[in-house]
Structures are given as structure tokens and as C-alpha cells.
């Protein structure tokens, strides 16, 4: 067996066996299950919307209010309820949405959207003229046509997939879990770094192996952890969200998870580099902070830009994130699930985030390589580069 | 010179050395060979740990060369060397044994023998029952075996130890010492370094000093203790007064006294002791007779500081 998979295959045993890991694996598929339970009930609630209707002059709203359902997005349920007082009852304990009493007032626990109220208008609005109409005469066959004419027949100019809300869903969930994925591994491989430096376990091993091999083993092992754990997490994700039938999963759900999951393991092998440079530089945990810290504010900007990407897809600060290495890992799968990517661009940027990640491969490991065992205080970049070789 | 080029040794030849401005090694040159225990001694400083990673390639010589069996190292060979640094340290959270198969395996052993040498070591140290425990959990005598342990695990060809007394109490200084005796009666070359002169004294075959990034004196020990000096004597009468007995023994001298009939007796070549035995029984009871040889420290002393102090009594007969 070779040195370097004899390293990742420890870092992934001993990582794998710490129970802090176990900890944050469970909360993390319990957050996602959380997510996908509440979306589940307070989903659930907007299909139906339930009417009380008050005294015999209300009974003309019934049939042209269920009507209007499918325009609303809603089932429209109806309810005969003796008195106003029962109305404002059924109101206030959420019974009802709304109730109509007397076809003068209409009841409601408080009007945010509005949609119902104007639906309920809106058929008061069309009695009235049908009123007006009979009155005047007009025959009934003339005035069924009048009131309920052929619909228009309407052309979006920007059509959204019917999935849009899915696909953005999806987008946002993608983003922070690449985020939470590559800066806990990227800093797990800072960290490992200086713990064997701090333990002085360091140069035990490198009397028997190069540090190249235990420093590509040791990305290696946890590059496999991680992918394993958001494997994991993306796999209860998209069950989860089957069982309880959340989100309608779009038919790209398959190779939106693969794509994901491939831009994970190009973004955690760059960062992977940039956080071993990191952690090549100090010897001691208390300092790996200072060292880290602006890498971790590269990171999270990344992820911002790339998060309010999903409501701006086509904006250039997106597309140009989408193709600048540390940020194409999170702003590339987020525009190729929100909008429509054309596949060069996919693989420009892969390719880009990729190279740049093969050169970093080769800087890190010459630094980490001169600075291995140098105990002490932090290094400056450029003395450590100068010590290399 | 067929034999001796089949023989585990090695040399290091010429080492050179700089962190910048600072001269860490000057031309160290340094043979191990086996079945001998070297020890490895010096002032902080003079190059002792930089020679020692030099040897185990955790750190390259500016120039020089080392040769193990009379060729020059490769990865591969080092691969096979037992080394445990000044800086001790394992993996904390690791288990022991894990750590030492782990460690084994790194050193290319299989996994069968990674883990039959761990538990025969383990075995060996008495760690056999805190096995399965992380190592930070282990006494502090205990994780002192553990490193141990790591150094000898896949039974190495050469093993290079700095400073591995350091920090332990009486028994385990038994317990290193002992496992070091066992290594080099196995054949295996040892080198040591250590600031306690009595136990290199003690336990090392051959000594190596180093001063400013170069030998200053070595070899074996007892032949370092005897060169280039006269012989000398500590003769004890107990009537005596004074070393007027030895007068007219041929190449005999009193060089001290301290007139309680306690002399030292310089010898020449020409000189015979047991004259001089003689002699002094003829004067009177003899209660103590004994060849006078300088200690380590005081050999280390004479070879290391660059200006003589004022001389002891037993140093000024050199």
C-alpha cells in the first residue's frame, strides 16, 4: 500500500471515529429533515382555502367563488354557517379564511395578500352586473356568454420552467451546503496540518515518508470524508423530499446532484491548497485564526455572491463569479440550476477551476514541503516561499 | 574490505550545514557502526539534532555525504531506520496501538507484520493493556514507551535517537537501556545523543563530541580515556607521608599528594606498576591501588571548551 493511501486512509478512520464529527453529521441531516418537514406543513396550507358564508343573500357567492379557485392556485371550500357572530368565531380560530355575511361585509383575520378578499370582490362585482343585466332584460343565453367569456389566451414573454421555485429551492440548499462543505474541510485540513505539527508527531512521519505523500494523502482522506458526509446529506435531502413530496423535484434532479456533487470535489481540492498554504504557515492551533481568517472572508463572499445569485442569475456579477476559480464553485451550480447555462460555459469554468486548482496543488505542497518542520512563530507567505525546496 | 563493505554502517562524510548566517554543521563526519551503542555528545548547539535529521532525511545537508552500507542513502533505505526525535510527540487522539501499526505500515511493513511487531512491542513495554487507549490518556512514563515503541516498531536497521534519555526517571532509564542493549545485540548500529555523560559513559561502546558543527574527539571510549595521556596511579599507604616510598623506581613520578599517604603516580612508558606495588608495600600497608582514567565529562570538558578552566587536580596531570 502506498504512503499516501496509507495517510488518507488514517485521516479518514481517525476523522470518521471523532465523535465532533459524528455530532455535526447528524445535526446537519437533521437541520435538512427539519427543513423538509415544516416546508411539508406550511405547504400543505395554501391549497385550500375554506369560506364561511353567512345569511341567504351570501348563497349567490358560492358557485362563482369556486369558480375562482384555479386562479387563485386554491381549492375553494364553502361553508353555510348560521350567524355572523359563528363567522367571526370560525374566523378567529382559523376555521375559516374568510366568510362573506349577509353579501354585505366580508370577515377576515387580516388581509396581508389580499387574493381572497379581491376574489370576493371581484364576484361581487360580477352579481351585480348580472343583476343589473336581467334586469334590463337581457337573455339568459346572451348573458351566460357576457359573464363568462373564452378566456384570453396568454403568451409569456420570459417563461419560467413550472419548476422555477423547485430549481431556486434547490439552488439555495446546494450553495450553503457546498459553502458549510468546503470551509469545515478546507480549515479540517489546516487544522490537521498544524495539530501534527503542534503534537511534534510531524517529524516522526516524515522519517518515514516525504511530505509531499503525507500532505496529498492527508487532502486525499479528507477530501473522501467529506464527499462521503455530503454524499450523505444530499442523498437524505433528495429522499426526504420524495417521501414528503415538498418540492416537485425537477427531472434534472439526478445530474443536478452529480454536477453539485463534482463542483464539491473541484472547490475542495482549490480551497483544500489554499487552507494547507494556511496552515504551512503557523505551527500552532491558536495561530491557524489570524493565518485563516481572510481565506475564510474570501469564502463566505464567494458563497454571497453565489447565494444571491439565485435571484440574479443572468446579473454579471454572477456570471463573472460563475467563472472566477474560488467563487465557480458555488456560483456556476447555482446559475446551472437557477437559469439556463449553455454546457461550454459549464465546462470553461470547471476546466478553469480545475487548472488553477492542479497549479495550487504543486505551490502547496513545495511550501508545506520547506515548512514542515519549522516550529515557531508564524511564517510570512513570502519567507515561506523563500525556504521552499 | 569485502567484509567490512557487507557490514551495516553508516558514515556520514563531510556534512555541511548553514540556516542563514548560522553554521550549524562544519564538515561532520560520523561512522555508526554495529554492534555498538555510540553515543552522540556536545554542547546545545554544536549540531548534534541537525547531524541526526541530516541521517533520517527530514532535513538536507547543504553538502556532504551519507552512506549506509557503503552506499549513499536513498528513501528506500531510510524508510528502514528507527528515529526518535528531540521534539517527542504521536498522534494525541490516536490509539496506541493503531499508531504504532500506523507508523509500521508507513515504514513498510505489511499490515500482518505492522500489527504482530506493534503487539509484540507493546508486549515488551508492558502497554499491552492500555492498547486500545488514545494515547493522551496515558501517563507520561507510558507515552515516553509509546514513542519508544514508534521508533522500533518495524524493527529498524539503524536507530538514531536524540536526547531519548531525557525527562525519564531511574526505571525508565532501565527500561530504554535494557531495549537499547537488546537492539545492539541484535546487530543494529544505535546512536544516541544525551547531555547525561555518566550514562553514556555506562551503556556507550564508542562516543562521538561534537563542537561548533564538527567531531572534536572519537571513538572507542575507553581507548579516548587512555590517549595521548601518561598512565596514572592513585597509590594509598597508610603510613606513608608523602610519596618518598616510590623514590628510584624507574619512570615512576608523584605528581599530587595530599599528605594523609594518598598519592598520584605518573607513569612513562618505561614504568612498571607492579614495581611501583612493590615499593609501596615495602613502605607500608597499601589500602587503595587503582589506575587513575579521566571521566566523559571530564574528556567532554577538556575537548569542548576553547579555553581551559582552572584545571581540577586530576586534570592538571594530563
Redesign the interface.
Same mark, same amino acid.
Given at each position: 500500500m502506498s504512503a499516501r493511501w496509507l495517510v488518507a486512509r488514517r485521516e479518514l478512520i481517525e476523522r470518521a471515529r471523532s465523535r465532533a464529527l459524528r455530532v455535526a453529521t447528524l445535526l446537519q441531516l437533521g437541520l435538512i429533515v427539519a427543513v423538509l418537514v415544516i416546508s411539508a406543513l406550511t405547504g400543505g396550507d395554501d391549497d385550500t382555502k375554506t369560506v364561511g358564508l353567512v345569511g341567504s343573500a351570501s348563497q349567490a357567492y358560492a358557485q362563482p367563488l369556486r369558480a375562482s379557485g384555479p386562479a387563485l392556485g386554491v381549492t375553494v371550500h364553502l361553508r353555510t354557517l348560521p350567524s355572523r357572530a359563528a363567522a367571526t368565531r370560525g374566523v378567529d380560530d382559523g376555521d375559516l379564511d374568510a366568510a362573506v355575511v349577509d353579501g354585505r361585509e366580508v370577515l377576515v383575520e387580516h388581509d396581508r395578500t389580499g387574493t381572497l378578499t379581491a376574489a370576493i370582490q371581484s364576484v361581487r362585482r360580477q352579481l351585480a352586473l348580472r343583476g343589473a343585466l336581467e334586469r334590463a332584460g337581457v337573455p339568459p343565453q346572451q348573458l351566460a356568454q357576457a359573464l363568462s367569456p373564452s378566456a384570453l389566451s396568454v403568451r409569456a414573454l420570459d417563461p419560467q420552467p413550472a419548476d422555477q421555485d423547485s430549481r431556486n429551492g434547490l439552488a439555495i440548499v446546494a450553495v450553503i451546503l457546498l459553502y458549510i462543505a468546503i470551509i469545515t474541510y478546507g480549515m479540517a485540513v489546516a487544522g490537521g496540518i498544524v495539530e501534527e505539527k503542534a503534537s511534534r508527531v510531524i517529524e516522526v512521519v516524515l522519517s518515514a515518508i516525504r511530505p509531499r505523500e503525507l500532505l496529498f494523502g492527508k487532502i486525499a482522506g479528507l477530501g473522501a470524508l467529506a464527499l462521503c458526509q455530503f454524499a450523505l446529506t444530499i442523498g437524505v435531502g433528495v429522499a426526504g423530499a420524495l417521501v414528503l413530496g415538498v418540492a416537485d423535484l425537477p427531472s434534472v434532479t439526478g445530474g443536478a446532484a452529480a454536477l453539485v456533487v463534482a463542483w464539491f470535489l473541484a472547490g475542495f481540492m482549490l480551497y483544500a491548497c489554499l487552507y494547507s498554504i494556511a496552515g504551512a504557515l503557523v505551527s500552532r492551533s491558536e495561530d491557524l485564526q489570524s493565518v485563516a481568517g481572510p481565506l475564510n472572508l474570501v469564502a463566505v463572499a464567494c458563497y454571497l455572491v453565489a447565494f444571491f445569485g439565485v435571484t440574479s442569475p443572468d446579473s454579471t456579477l454572477t456570471v463573472v463569479a460563475s467563472f472566477v476559480p474560488l467563487s465557480a464553485p458555488m456560483a456556476m451550480p447555482v446559475r446551472w440550476l437557477v437559469g439556463d447555462v449553455p454546457a461550454w460555459e459549464l465546462v470553461v469554468s470547471f476546466a478553469l477551476t480545475l487548472l488553477s486548482a492542479a497549479a495550487l496543488v504543486r505551490l502547496s505542497a513545495a511550501i508545506y514541503a520547506g515548512t514542515a518542520l519549522r516550529l515557531g512563530p508564524r511564517l510570512s507567505l513570502r519567507r515561506a516561499l523563500a525556504v521552499r525546496g | 574490505m569485502r567484509t567490512a563493505s557487507l557490514r551495516r554502517v553508516l558514515r556520514c562524510r563531510d556534512l555541511h550545514l548553514r540556516y542563514g548566517s548560522v553554521v550549524a554543521l562544519d564538515g561532520l563526519s560520523l561512522d555508526v557502526e554495529p554492534g555498538r551503542m555510540t553515543g552522540f555528545v556536545g554542547p546545545n548547539g554544536a549540531g548534534k539534532t541537525s547531524t541526526m /535529521?541530516i541521517v *533520517?532525511?527530514? %532535513?538536507g545537508a547543504d553538502a556532504g555525504e551519507v552512506t549506509w552500507n557503503d552506499a549513499p542513502l536513498d528513501?528506500a533505505a /531510510? /524508510?528502514r531506520?528507527g &528515529? =526518535?526525535?528531540e521534539? @517527542?510527540? %504521536? &498522534?494525541?487522539? =490516536?490509539r496506541v496501538r493503531d499508531q504504532l501499526v &500506523? *507508523?509500521a @505500515? *508507513?515504514?513498510g511493513l505489511s $499490515?500482518a507484520a505492522a500489527q504482530s511487531g506493534s503487539d509484540e512491542l507493546l508486549e515488551r513495554l508492558g502497554l499491552t493493556d492500555r492498547a486500545r487507549d488514545e494515547l493522551e490518556t496515558l501517563s507520561l512514563g507510558n507515552q515516553q514507551r509509546a514513542q519508544l515503541a $514508534?521508533?522500533l516498531v518495524h524493527r529498524p536497521e539503524l536507530l538514531v535517537l536524540d536526547e531519548p534519555f531525557s525527562g525519564l526517571d531511574p526505571i525508565g532509564v532501565d527500561v530504554l537501556s535494557g531495549v537499547l542493549r537488546a537492539e545492539v545485540a541484535r546487530g543494529v548500529p544505535v546512536l544516541f545523543s544525551s547531555h547525561q555523560l555518566e550514562l553514556v559513559e555506562r551503556l556507550c561502546d564508542a562516543v562521538a563530541i561534537v563542537k561548533d558543527g564538527r567531531i572534536v574527539a572519537a571513538g572507542d571510549v575507553e581507548e579516548l580515556r587512555r590517549r595521548g595521556r601518561e598512565r596514572t596511579l592513585r597509590v594509598t599507604v597508610e603510613t606513608g607521608d608523602g610519596g618518598g616510598w616510590l623514590d628510584g623506581v624507574i619512570g615512576a613520578r608523584t605528581v599530587d599528594g595530599d599528605g594523609n599517604g594518598s598519592v598520584l603516580v605518573a607513569l612513562d612508558e618505561h614504568a612498571d606498576a607492579q614495581a611501583v606495588l612493590d615499593r609501596a608495600r615495602a613502605a607500608g600497608p597499601v589500602t587503595h591501588f587503582s589506575e587513575v582514567l579521566p571521566t566523559l565529562s571530564e574528556l567532554f570538558r577538556e575537548v569542548v571548551q576553547p579555553e581551559p578552566a582552572e584545571p581540577t587536580a586530576e586534570e592538571a596531570i594530563a
Amino acid at each position: 500500500m502506498s504512503a499516501r493511501w496509507l495517510v488518507a486512509r488514517r485521516e479518514l478512520i481517525e476523522r470518521a471515529r471523532s465523535r465532533a464529527l459524528r455530532v455535526a453529521t447528524l445535526l446537519q441531516l437533521g437541520l435538512i429533515v427539519a427543513v423538509l418537514v415544516i416546508s411539508a406543513l406550511t405547504g400543505g396550507d395554501d391549497d385550500t382555502k375554506t369560506v364561511g358564508l353567512v345569511g341567504s343573500a351570501s348563497q349567490a357567492y358560492a358557485q362563482p367563488l369556486r369558480a375562482s379557485g384555479p386562479a387563485l392556485g386554491v381549492t375553494v371550500h364553502l361553508r353555510t354557517l348560521p350567524s355572523r357572530a359563528a363567522a367571526t368565531r370560525g374566523v378567529d380560530d382559523g376555521d375559516l379564511d374568510a366568510a362573506v355575511v349577509d353579501g354585505r361585509e366580508v370577515l377576515v383575520e387580516h388581509d396581508r395578500t389580499g387574493t381572497l378578499t379581491a376574489a370576493i370582490q371581484s364576484v361581487r362585482r360580477q352579481l351585480a352586473l348580472r343583476g343589473a343585466l336581467e334586469r334590463a332584460g337581457v337573455p339568459p343565453q346572451q348573458l351566460a356568454q357576457a359573464l363568462s367569456p373564452s378566456a384570453l389566451s396568454v403568451r409569456a414573454l420570459d417563461p419560467q420552467p413550472a419548476d422555477q421555485d423547485s430549481r431556486n429551492g434547490l439552488a439555495i440548499v446546494a450553495v450553503i451546503l457546498l459553502y458549510i462543505a468546503i470551509i469545515t474541510y478546507g480549515m479540517a485540513v489546516a487544522g490537521g496540518i498544524v495539530e501534527e505539527k503542534a503534537s511534534r508527531v510531524i517529524e516522526v512521519v516524515l522519517s518515514a515518508i516525504r511530505p509531499r505523500e503525507l500532505l496529498f494523502g492527508k487532502i486525499a482522506g479528507l477530501g473522501a470524508l467529506a464527499l462521503c458526509q455530503f454524499a450523505l446529506t444530499i442523498g437524505v435531502g433528495v429522499a426526504g423530499a420524495l417521501v414528503l413530496g415538498v418540492a416537485d423535484l425537477p427531472s434534472v434532479t439526478g445530474g443536478a446532484a452529480a454536477l453539485v456533487v463534482a463542483w464539491f470535489l473541484a472547490g475542495f481540492m482549490l480551497y483544500a491548497c489554499l487552507y494547507s498554504i494556511a496552515g504551512a504557515l503557523v505551527s500552532r492551533s491558536e495561530d491557524l485564526q489570524s493565518v485563516a481568517g481572510p481565506l475564510n472572508l474570501v469564502a463566505v463572499a464567494c458563497y454571497l455572491v453565489a447565494f444571491f445569485g439565485v435571484t440574479s442569475p443572468d446579473s454579471t456579477l454572477t456570471v463573472v463569479a460563475s467563472f472566477v476559480p474560488l467563487s465557480a464553485p458555488m456560483a456556476m451550480p447555482v446559475r446551472w440550476l437557477v437559469g439556463d447555462v449553455p454546457a461550454w460555459e459549464l465546462v470553461v469554468s470547471f476546466a478553469l477551476t480545475l487548472l488553477s486548482a492542479a497549479a495550487l496543488v504543486r505551490l502547496s505542497a513545495a511550501i508545506y514541503a520547506g515548512t514542515a518542520l519549522r516550529l515557531g512563530p508564524r511564517l510570512s507567505l513570502r519567507r515561506a516561499l523563500a525556504v521552499r525546496g | 574490505m569485502r567484509t567490512a563493505s557487507l557490514r551495516r554502517v553508516l558514515r556520514c562524510r563531510d556534512l555541511h550545514l548553514r540556516y542563514g548566517s548560522v553554521v550549524a554543521l562544519d564538515g561532520l563526519s560520523l561512522d555508526v557502526e554495529p554492534g555498538r551503542m555510540t553515543g552522540f555528545v556536545g554542547p546545545n548547539g554544536a549540531g548534534k539534532t541537525s547531524t541526526m /535529521r541530516i541521517v *533520517l532525511g527530514v %532535513l538536507g545537508a547543504d553538502a556532504g555525504e551519507v552512506t549506509w552500507n557503503d552506499a549513499p542513502l536513498d528513501p528506500a533505505a /531510510r /524508510r528502514r531506520f528507527g &528515529y =526518535m526525535p528531540e521534539e @517527542r510527540g %504521536l &498522534y494525541p487522539k =490516536m490509539r496506541v496501538r493503531d499508531q504504532l501499526v &500506523y *507508523l509500521a @505500515r *508507513l515504514h513498510g511493513l505489511s $499490515a500482518a507484520a505492522a500489527q504482530s511487531g506493534s503487539d509484540e512491542l507493546l508486549e515488551r513495554l508492558g502497554l499491552t493493556d492500555r492498547a486500545r487507549d488514545e494515547l493522551e490518556t496515558l501517563s507520561l512514563g507510558n507515552q515516553q514507551r509509546a514513542q519508544l515503541a $514508534a521508533a522500533l516498531v518495524h524493527r529498524p536497521e539503524l536507530l538514531v535517537l536524540d536526547e531519548p534519555f531525557s525527562g525519564l526517571d531511574p526505571i525508565g532509564v532501565d527500561v530504554l537501556s535494557g531495549v537499547l542493549r537488546a537492539e545492539v545485540a541484535r546487530g543494529v548500529p544505535v546512536l544516541f545523543s544525551s547531555h547525561q555523560l555518566e550514562l553514556v559513559e555506562r551503556l556507550c561502546d564508542a562516543v562521538a563530541i561534537v563542537k561548533d558543527g564538527r567531531i572534536v574527539a572519537a571513538g572507542d571510549v575507553e581507548e579516548l580515556r587512555r590517549r595521548g595521556r601518561e598512565r596514572t596511579l592513585r597509590v594509598t599507604v597508610e603510613t606513608g607521608d608523602g610519596g618518598g616510598w616510590l623514590d628510584g623506581v624507574i619512570g615512576a613520578r608523584t605528581v599530587d599528594g595530599d599528605g594523609n599517604g594518598s598519592v598520584l603516580v605518573a607513569l612513562d612508558e618505561h614504568a612498571d606498576a607492579q614495581a611501583v606495588l612493590d615499593r609501596a608495600r615495602a613502605a607500608g600497608p597499601v589500602t587503595h591501588f587503582s589506575e587513575v582514567l579521566p571521566t566523559l565529562s571530564e574528556l567532554f570538558r577538556e575537548v569542548v571548551q576553547p579555553e581551559p578552566a582552572e584545571p581540577t587536580a586530576e586534570e592538571a596531570i594530563a
